[in-house]
């Protein structure tokens, strides 16, 4: 690990601990000797980052102390461009131009050393198949899950029955063919999970009472209590 990357790893464990963090912890999280890291200390402090503490006792960063933007180590970088790279390779135009710009917001910013982990990088996602279509645009359901609106839809099940259904959008799940919306279902009084290439027709209405956050917060409750939980995402009936 180079010294930048440890000092931003010094500054990243203190911010994320509410106590005290000794000498000899920060050495053992970063493989490096003590004295390494009594040197890094020092030099930190010595660029007025807001460290308080001794040997000994440990050490604690002040609260509300911010880093630069994107102090990015290379393990980050690589996260990031793997993770746009499967997102520009997906058919939704939005969200695909959106990487794009990130990535190159990013490249223009960082470190020269550190750009052929962005331009030449090392890791690569999965090619993904043609996705379904859906006759509501991605986006639209995006909007409504930010903004706490109800979605009033015509929704085919997977039996081929069609059915009027009024939800309240949690979270939009992706898999390399296909969207999942998860959602409050008015019909069914409960959460159900909806693939987006079944809905015929869909229309954004007013703002349900709960919030985003509140439904959020209980349709995570309601999974914990779900034999499925961790299998994935499966379409409602």
Not at 210 to 235: C, D
Request: net charge positive; hydrophobic share 40%; aromatic share 6%.
């Amino acid at each position: 690990m180079r010294r930048g990357e440890r000092l931003f790893q010094i500054i990243q464990i203190l911010r994320g601990s509410k106590r005290p963090v000794t000498a000899a912890a920060l050495a053992a999280e970063l493989e490096v000797a003590k004295r390494t890291v009594y040197r890094d200390i020092a030099d930190l402090i010595g660029q007025r980052v807001p460290i308080r503490g001794e040997a000994g006792l440990g050490y604690v960063i002040e609260p509300g102390y911010d880093m630069p933007p994107l102090m990015l180590t290379r393990d980050e970088l690589e996260a990031l461009v793997l993770g746009a790279q499967w997102v520009m390779g997906r058919n939704e135009a939005l969200l695909a131009n959106a990487a794009r710009d990130l990535i190159a917001k990013v490249v223009d910013v960082i470190p020269e050393h550190l750009r052929p982990f962005i331009l030449e990088p090392s890791l690569g996602p999965k090619p993904i198949t043609a996705e379904r279509e859906t006759a509501i645009e991605p986006a639209a359901i995006r909007s409504a899950v930010r903004e706490g609106r109800r979605l009033k839809m015509r929704y085919r099940t997977g039996t081929g029955d069609e059915t009027e259904r009024t939800v309240w959008p949690v979270i939009v799940g992706y898999s390399d063919t296909m969207r999942t919306l998860v959602a409050w279902c008015e019909l069914r009084n409960d959460f159900r999970h909806f693939r987006t290439d079944r809905v015929l027709k869909a229309e954004l209405l007013d703002m349900h009472r709960i919030g985003p956050a509140e439904l959020r917060r209980r349709w995570m409750k309601w999974r914990e209590t779900h034999s499925y939980k961790n299998e994935g995402l499966r379409p409602s009936s």
